[in-house]
């Protein structure tokens, strides 16, 4: 495995040719891909947030235990 960032700011893990600002490549397990998010403190939420360059948040999704929330923001 690796992780490479390239002159035009663009961050690469599994592929060494990234075309968006993160890029992940890879067989994932049972063929699906993933990105894991870990939240360690005791509120257990994990998730992204989508904004745009004013910052105005426009959604995200997030989990605890069983339950997955999708936002929606503006």
Known sequence: ??????EAG???IGTT???YNL??????VGGV????VKNTSASGIGGFS???DTN????GIFGMGSNLVWGRGV
Do not use: K, Q
């Not at 891909?33 to 894991?36: D, G, K, N, Q, T």
């Open 10 to 12: 663009n961050v690469g």
């Open 23 to 28: 890029h992940l490549e890879g067989t994932g």
């Open 33 to 36: 891909e993933r990105v894991y």
């Open 50 to 52: 989508f904004g745009n």
């Open 1 to 6: 495995n690796y992780a490479a960032i390239f």
């Open 56 to 59: 105005t948040y426009l959604g």
């Open 17 to 19: 040719g990234p075309t």
